[in-house]
């Protein structure tokens, strides 16, 4: 699926864009990339949020998959560097969020 531009500039105006998000290896598998991901969702409204990931990096593909986040942009065969997009399922609920000390 391609997003068109028109699309895409109505879909996107004001959502919330996930380009980096980061855990130490030593602190994966432990919720941090969840926790983390869940308030950086907190501003986010009417399940517009995306995020960006190289095609290759297969961790944080896996990583917004299993959260539901669904590839919407397809790298074209050959482009360099070839990126997806990813949408968000839904925002947080607040009552979802922990609070942090």
């Known amino acids: ?3 068109r531009h028109r699309r895409t500039q ?13 855990v130490a ?3 994966r598998g ?6 983390l991901l869940d308030v950086l969702l907190l501003p986010a409204m009417d399940d517009r949020a995306w995020a960006v990931t190289d ?8 990583f917004f998959r299993c959260r539901g986040w669904r590839q919407a942009v397809h790298p074209q065969p050959g482009a360099h560097p070839a990126q997806i997009v990813l949408l968000a399922p839904r925002p947080p609920a ?5 609070v942090l000390p």
């Open 94 to 98: 607040l009552s979802e969020i922990p």
């Open 25 to 27: 290896p030593a602190a």
């Open 55 to 62: 095609h290759q990096d297969t961790a944080a593909l896996n």
């Open 1 to 3: 699926m391609r997003l």
């Open 10 to 22: 109505e879909w996107l105006a004001g959502a919330v864009r996930i380009t980096d998000l980061v």
């Open 30 to 35: 432990r919720g941090v990339g969840t926790g």
